[in-house]
């Protein structure tokens, strides 16, 4: 195993990079964790995300993805709000945009500094003669179950809404990782510091968790907004309000959330036109605006068809006779999903 300062050094070169919190783990997840993702997909909780269940066994611990792996390093970047993420749920007149895509797509950002560290590693590594150094990155793009590996490398804890939480910056973190053949130390695993409150769930528009530590994705309104790609059912429109992409309803309530500090990173800052987006002119993009609108957004990733669905549900929970005339635009559509969502909206307006 390499000593403990060589960690040390990787630590230093991950914050001179940009990373807010690293740790690091053996590239194991325990039998507990595969079991508790094979009755998630049993469930069928998982709703349309086949891609979940194709690779379950891959997923289930990060050693069945790369057998030689034996160490992770988990880095965390912090993408804090310096707005109320919920305060435009008041605003009928306008959109919410879930906090993370509000600014330009973190992917390829996390992954060129975890690729820049990893390199670093490799050339530290070399003068311990230790021919097994390879490394792999992954930024949420790989069948790897990031948050209890994050947990397990001392970043947070999986809270009862089933997303990370660190005590330092709350709900708000990205995730990448680096896995490698060397063998590092590990760092310690926190406690779970999420006691006797129930807030998140409490928060949650849809009853997405079935009971704490739980998620039901097919209730959960950031896969009805995101991931489906059907009609969204009639029983969670009315729930969905303005919400147009994503929710951070279980999120933002979290009382670690205290502790949360602004981003400090230039590419995640919001986007203003982002902030409070107006029904009315998303409702009037063309195929071609909504792709240059929303160049290098995660927004762009669910395609028109999605968002204008997304946008009809909320001009229909919104009770503003002046988008009425924007909704029957659409009544006649030749998607069929934009055709029905378009007549509810409109029924909804007419009540």
């Known amino acids: 195993m390499l000593p403990v300062s060589f960690t040390h050094l990787i630590r230093n070169k991950a914050f001179e990079l940009g990373f807010d919190q690293f740790g690091i783990c053996k590239a194991q997840l325990s039998p507990k964790k595969a079991q508790q993702l094979n009755e998630f997909i049993e469930k069928k909780r998982h709703g ?12 289930s611990s990060p050693d069945h ?38 600014h330009r797509d973190y992917h390829d950002m996390i992954k060129g500094w975890l690729k820049h560290l990893a390199q670093y590693l490799l050339k530290e590594a070399k003068p311990y003669s230790i021919p097994t150094d390879q490394v792999k990155v992954f ?19 999986q809270g009862k809404h089933t997303n990370l939480v660190s005590r330092q910056f709350g709900s ?10 060397l063998e590092l130390p590990s760092s310690e695993i926190p406690k779970n510091h999420c006691g006797s ?26 896969y009805l907004t995101i991931e489906y790609g059907n009609s969204i059912p009639i029983e969670f429109r009315k729930a969905i309000g303005n919400r147009i992409y994503g929710c951070d309803d279980c999120l933002a309530v979290c009382p670690w959330n205290r502790f949360a500090q602004h981003s400090r990173h230039i590419k995640l ?7 409070s987006p107006l029904l009315q002119e998303f409702i009037q993009f063309s195929e071609e605006e909504f792709r240059q609108f929303f ?17 009809l549900i909320a001009i229909g ?14 009544k006649n559509h030749e998607n069929a999903i934009v055709q029905e969502t378009a007549q509810w909206a409109i029924q909804q307006l007419q009540l």
């Open 65 to 102: 993805l790369w057998p030689e792996v034996k160490s992770a390093i988990v880095l965390g970047v912090n993408y804090g709000p310096d707005l109320d993420p919920l305060a435009n749920l008041n605003r009928p007149l306008t959109g919410n945009i879930s906090v993370y895509a509000r």
């Open 269 to 275: 800052q919001a986007r203003q036109e982002l902030n």
């Open 139 to 157: 930024v949420d793009t790989a069948p790897i179950m990031e948050k209890p590996l994050a947990q397990q490398a001392g970043l947070g804890w």
């Open 317 to 330: 929970n919104s009770q503003q006779q002046s988008l009425l005339s924007h909704a029957l635009l659409w």
């Open 172 to 181: 708000w973190l990205f995730l990448g990782e680096i896995l490698t053949t």
């Open 197 to 222: 409150c129930n807030q998140c769930l409490q928060a949650c528009p849809t009853q997405a968790f079935p009971a704490p530590f739980q998620l039901d994705a097919q209730r959960c309104i950031s």
């Open 295 to 311: 160049s290098g957004s995660p927004v762009k990733r669910i395609g028109y068809i999605r968002f204008i669905r997304n946008v």
């Open 48 to 59: 349309d995300m086949q891609w979940l269940e194709d690779r379950a066994f891959q997923r």
